[in-house]
């Protein structure tokens, strides 16, 4: 029997949240998202890097119940930087095969390079809408979370609706109101960045 590879998950919990936001206030399903990262692998470990904030208790509990391991960061302080150090140092120690990297921030191209020299396979999930170029360019493979969606949002009725600018077909978690435009994930972006004053 082949065992398959070790596969440990680094959640940055602020980009996923804030990166699946063309589907609204998203509310994460903690078990799906953990089995779509680790899909294909044996897991050994799932961290989500989150801001302690003090009033995240019950957050923490129902991470750790779904198969998460809170990380929780100090306010003030990179959730980046831990994740990280994480990150290499377990690259270092060898206590993966694959990584799996929950975002879409180019700042992490160099940790994904590194990790890639200490002869580590890293995979890089992140939602199509808040992925950097670079970033999925330098992974071995690239999970798109839109196409996982059912899986990894609480359960809750989704709408059909079309672009207004490309026409493409996609869900929304809300009732579109008519005559308001509604942007598929891959648009709205240019729309957020047009709204800025």
Request: charged share 20%.
């Amino acid at each position: 029997m082949t065992l398959l590879p070790r596969g440990m998950a680094f959640i940055d919990f602020p980009n996923i949240t804030s990166g699946g936001g063309a589907y609204g206030n998203i509310r994460l399903n903690f078990a799906g998202l953990a089995k779509v990262l680790t899909d294909g692998t044996r897991p050994v470990g799932v961290m989500a890097y989150i801001v302690d904030i003090g009033s995240r208790q019950g957050l923490f509990r129902q991470m750790s119940r779904s198969g998460l391991k809170p990380e929780p960061v100090s306010p003030g302080k990179s959730v980046d930087g831990r994740l990280i150090f994480d990150l290499i140092v377990g690259a270092q120690r060898d206590m993966y095969d694959i990584c799996i990297l929950a975002s879409g921030d180019r700042d992490y191209v160099p940790v994904v390079q590194e990790a890639k020299r200490l002869m580590k396979q890293v995979w890089v999930a992140s939602f199509s809408s808040s992925i950097a170029p670079s970033l999925k360019a330098c992974a071995d493979k690239f999970i798109d979370l839109d196409q996982h969606i059912k899986e990894i949002l609480l359960t809750r009725k989704l709408f059909p609706a079309n672009c207004a600018d490309c026409g493409a077909p996609f869900q929304l978690p809300f009732q579109p109101v008519t005559g308001k435009p509604v942007y598929c994930p891959a648009c709205l972006p240019k729309h957020r960045k047009s709204q800025r004053p």
